[in-house]
């Protein structure tokens, strides 16, 4: 037993690196998506994949749907209708209307908005120096949106300011407090079944939005610049759903069951990591130079949020 101990921690946060690495693909695939379906309709293509490879872990557990309790609901419902339908739709637009490169190293200031938000939902602690990192990781965001900062003053157009900016601070947003809620969630049911009840509400939602907006229909799901490229379509979706979606959740969530959080902060960058080395590498999105740096003390920053945060959780933790 002891062995297996050690095995378990020394792989354990490895499986989180591979799971948060394999994350950090999708934008592989959900750039030229954005060329042949409109963003809503590529996410609600993307949890139908999702949904049927999820559906021999959903079936043998719907007898626990019963014992989950109203509050818990709650919690399921919000992080399905935030993190998994909305988000990732704001996710998709993000990279659509702005650079790839700066969209997914901004979503990195999720964790200073879930731990607000744990601080005022769980009444979590804040460490003393929660704050001081927190701020230098928004200044860091900042500067790292604004390709040109001398040229704020005239305009923001100008600056380089994007929709896409907006799209992926709002992701962020959504996506920061939905991790509260899925910690919600999982104080009430079992992490598959929560994992696969929030890809079914995700779905529900994705289809009233479609229906709401007038798209649940052939024409746009199944539009002629997908039917032009049918197999790329088809294999771009199939990819975003499995290599970069239900795969990499739960290879992310066993590793995240033998590694201590402390360490699981870290290897969670290797999502940026990968996606920054797509963006940058396959789609050219470059970064000038003080955005680079900026996104390096973004990191940082964010690091050091995680660290300090659990030196409060587990005084054991220096």
């Keep these: 037993m002891k062995n297996r101990g050690t095995t378990s921690a020394s792989y354990g946060p490895w499986l989180v690196g591979l799971g948060a690495a394999l994350w950090g693909t999708e934008s592989a695939w959900r750039i030229p998506l954005n060329d042949l379906f409109d963003a809503e309709v590529i996410v609600f293509w993307e949890h139908v994949l999702i949904l049927t490879m999820f559906l021999p872990l959903l079936l043998p557990r719907l007898g626990e749907v019963h014992k989950i309790g109203i509050r818990t609901w709650g919690y399921l419902l919000f992080s399905g209708f935030a993190g998994s339908a909305v988000g990732t739709v704001l996710f998709t637009l993000a990279l659509k209307h702005g650079n790839p490169t700066v969209v997914?190293?901004?979503?990195?200031?999720?964790?200073?908005?879930?731990?607000?938000?744990?601080?005022?939902?769980?009444?979590?602690?804040?460490?003393?120096?929660?704050?001081?990192?927190?701020?230098?990781?928004?200044?860091?965001?900042?500067?790292?949106s604004v390709p040109y900062p001398n040229l704020i003053g005239v305009s923001f157009e100008r600056a380089g300011l994007t929709g896409g900016t907006g799209y992926a601070l709002v992701c962020a947003l959504f996506w920061g407090l939905a991790t509260v809620a899925g910690r919600g969630v999982m104080l009430g049911v079992s992490l598959r079944m929560a994992s696969s009840l929030r890809v079914v509400i995700g779905l529900v939602c994705m289809t009233l939005i479609l229906l709401g907006h007038g798209k649940l229909h052939s024409a746009a799901l199944w539009p002629e610049t997908a039917q032009t490229h049918a197999i790329k379509a088809v294999v771009a979706?199939?990819?975003?759903?499995?290599?970069?979606?239900?795969?990499?959740?739960?290879?992310?969530?066993?590793?995240?069951?033998?590694?201590?959080?402390?360490?699981?902060?870290?290897?969670?960058?290797?999502?940026?990591?990968?996606?920054?080395?797509?963006?940058?590498?396959?789609?050219?999105?470059?970064?000038?130079p003080h955005q680079v740096v900026s996104a390096l003390v973004l990191m940082a920053a964010v690091a050091m949020v995680q660290r300090v945060q659990t030196s409060v959780d587990d005084p054991m933790v220096r």
């Design 104 to 144: 997914n190293v901004i979503l990195n200031i999720q964790p200073v908005i879930s731990t607000i938000g744990a601080f005022f939902i769980f009444g979590d602690r804040l460490a003393r120096r929660f704050f001081f990192y927190a701020g230098i990781a928004i200044l860091a965001g900042i500067f790292l």
């Design 237 to 288: 979706l199939i990819l975003l759903a499995s290599i970069s979606g239900g795969i990499p959740l739960l290879i992310y969530f066993e590793g995240l069951r033998l590694t201590q959080a402390s360490t699981a902060g870290y290897f969670e960058m290797m999502q940026t990591l990968a996606a920054v080395c797509i963006t940058w590498g396959f789609f050219h999105a470059t970064l000038r």
